[in-house]
C-alpha cells in the first residue's frame, strides 16, 4: 500500500517552493539590475582641495555643484559632498562636490552717507566688509559719514563691490570744533593764554 500525501500538503509544499523560486529569481534579477557586484565605496573628500580632483578615486566621476565664500577657510576646500563619504554605489556615478570659493562674490554696496560713525560701522559688518582708515573733515553735519571710499576712490551706495572689502570713512566734523589759526599763527586758545607784553609801547 504506498503512502499519499495529503491534497492540502502538497498544496503547501507547492506553495512553499514556488515561493522559494520566485524570492531566488527576484533576487538574482535585483543583483543584474544593480550591478551590485561592481558598486563602489565612496572615498572620504571632505577637506581635501578641489586641485586634487584628478588624483582622487577613477572609479567616479566628479562634478562641483557649488560653492561659498567663507575668509576663514581655505579657498577650493571640499566641505561636502554627495554621495556621503563611505556609501555604495555602482561605478561610474557622478560624486557632487560642495567648496569655499577662490574670489568672494559681488554684493551691493550700502548708503552710509549721513548715517552716524557708529552705524556705519554696524551695517559694514553686517555686509561683511572691514574697516579701513577712519578721518575727519569739516562738514555740516557733526559724526556723520561724508564719504565711503575703498583705496581713496569713492564708492557709491548700489555700486558692484566684492565682500570682505575694506572701507575707508570720512567722518564730518562741525566747524566750531576745529582751533582756527589767528592772524599771528596762534591758535585762538593759545592766543589767550599768551601773556601781555607791551613791548610796543
Not at 19 to 26: E, N, P, Q, S
Not at 132 to 157: P, R
Request: glycine fraction near 6%; hydrophobic fraction near 45%.
Amino acid at each position: 500500500m504506498k503512502f499519499k500525501l495529503p491534497i492540502w500538503l502538497k498544496h503547501t509544499l507547492l506553495a512553499i517552493l514556488t515561493l522559494v523560486l520566485l524570492l531566488f529569481f527576484t533576487f538574482k534579477l535585483l543583483n543584474v539590475i544593480t550591478d551590485h557586484q561592481n558598486s563602489k565605496t565612496v572615498p572620504h573628500l571632505i577637506a581635501r582641495s578641489v586641485t586634487e580632483i584628478n588624483s582622487f578615486d577613477s572609479d567616479f566621476t566628479y562634478k562641483i555643484l557649488d560653492s561659498i565664500y567663507d575668509p576663514l577657510q581655505k579657498p577650493g576646500t571640499i566641505i561636502a559632498q554627495e554621495p556621503e563619504p563611505g556609501a555604495c554605489i555602482k561605478s561610474g556615478r557622478t560624486v557632487y562636490l560642495h567648496s569655499i570659493r577662490y574670489t568672494p562674490p559681488l554684493i551691493v554696496m550700502p548708503a552710509l552717507l549721513y548715517k552716524s560713525e557708529r552705524q556705519a560701522l554696524a551695517i559694514m559688518q553686517s555686509y561683511g566688509f572691514k574697516t579701513g582708515w577712519i578721518k575727519t573733515s569739516i562738514a555740516d553735519c557733526n559724526g556723520c559719514v561724508i564719504a565711503q571710499m575703498i583705496g581713496l576712490n569713492t564708492v557709491n551706495a548700489g555700486d558692484s563691490v566684492l565682500k570682505g572689502s575694506t572701507i575707508n570713512l570720512m567722518i564730518g566734523i562741525d566747524s566750531t570744533a576745529v582751533f582756527v589759526q589767528d592772524s599771528i599763527g596762534l591758535d585762538s586758545i593759545n592766543a589767550l593764554s599768551e601773556p601781555f607784553t607791551n613791548d610796543a609801547f
